[in-house]
């Protein structure tokens, strides 16, 4: 019974980033979790770079494949996701920042 309990309050998802050379699959992600604290976990685990090569702090984005859409930060992760849905995290790019 607790396997179902637990099963109902996460998810199980498929992560590549954008070049599609680091794939992970993702189990255990609690629903309640905002897409902020999803993605700073993926990152880890997924051992992306956290700077650009002038040594900029990257930031990264969530694209939902199912709708062709970037989630919001703050979006609930049991409200935007569904179970094994795929997910392509991409840095944030300023065009002309310094």
Same mark, same amino acid.
């Given at each position: ?33 905002? *897409? ?12 992306? !770079?956290?700077? &650009?090569?002038? %040594? +900029? ?19 609930? *992760? ?12 991409? !840095?944030?790019? &300023?065009?002309? %920042? +310094?």
């Amino acid at each position: 019974m607790e396997q179902a309990t637990t099963a109902a309050l996460t998810l199980a998802l498929s992560v590549s980033d954008v070049s599609g050379q680091k794939r992970v699959k993702a189990s255990a992600i609690p629903k309640r979790a905002t *897409v902020h604290e999803l993605v700073q976990g993926l990152l880890a685990k997924m051992r992306l !770079p956290r700077n &650009d090569v002038a %040594g +900029r702090p990257l930031t990264y984005r969530a694209r939902l494949e199912r709708e062709g859409r970037h989630l919001h930060e703050h979006e609930e *992760v049991g409200r935007v996701l569904r179970d094994q849905d795929e997910l392509v995290l991409q !840095p944030n790019i &300023d065009a002309g %920042g +310094r």
